[in-house]
């Protein structure tokens, strides 16, 4: 079972680049790593998937390292907006796909 | 496009009454289906998953249980709530192969059990 461990919270300014970084030392070889935001009464959102090396979309940038043991999400520029949970999964052993205690991003104006 | 339902949006029921809360998806076929619940201020405890029509496995020894009778629906249940049943409860459907999944969540259901 793919376990992940995280920051259980971070603190920025608005502008500021963010990097959350989560361990996740038991990934299987096919697991992929996947990021996801959620604000306060909702569901957890998609941010990010990648496998190996560097995946960018229009929110983010996920850096995962050759041993992908670890990975790294980086929020450009973060806004007020921004503020909320954080979670990595390290992909799921038999379709169960578990969250850990996420980050909780504050960013202050 | 794929989209999902969950209701009710809030939910307020005594100590020891049944609970019946439903999830359907549109717009895919055989997806995977969980049910999460989130305690205020915790993280996201997976409760139950199912990959196909009646085939339901649980992660958590617990007073509730979970069906799927058709395709895209998943329905979580109670005989008897408990204080303890409290919480902020997710259903979602994943989409991709094992181990590259991306979930997609409901919109929740807030139950206070009282």
């Known amino acids: 079972l793919a376990k992940t461990t995280q920051p259980i919270s971070m603190d920025s300014y608005e502008g500021q680049e963010v990097n959350i970084t989560c361990s996740h030392n038991n990934i299987a070889t096919n697991d992929y790593i996947t990021w996801y935001q959620q604000f306060p009464s909702q569901g957890p959102r998609f941010i990010i998937q990648g496998y190996k090396t560097k995946v960018t979309n229009e929110v983010a940038s996920l850096f995962i390292p050759a041993d992908r043991k670890s990975s790294t999400l980086s929020l450009p520029r973060v806004s007020l907006s921004d503020t909320a949970v954080y979670y990595c999964?390290?992909?799921?052993?038999?379709?169960?796909?578990?969250f850990g205690t996420g980050t909780l991003l504050a960013v202050q104006p | 496009s794929q989209t999902i339902h969950q209701w009710p949006a809030t939910l307020v029921q005594p100590v020891g009454s049944p609970l019946s809360l439903e999830c359907t998806v549109e717009g895919t076929s055989n997806p995977n289906l969980y049910w999460y619940r989130q305690a205020a201020g915790r993280g996201l405890q997976l409760l139950f998953y199912s990959v196909g029509i009646g085939q339901i496995s649980s992660e958590v020894p617990q007073n509730l249980s979970a069906s799927r009778p058709q395709d895209r629906q998943f329905i979580l249940s109670s005989k008897k709530l408990l204080l303890s049943d409290s919480g902020f409860y997710l259903c979602?459907?994943?989409?991709?192969?094992?181990?590259?999944?991306?979930?997609?969540f409901g919109s929740g259901t807030q139950l206070s059990v009282l």
């Open positions: 979602a459907w994943s989409s991709g192969l094992e181990g590259n999944e991306k979930l997609f």
């Open positions: 999964l390290g992909g799921g052993a038999t379709n169960k796909l578990i």
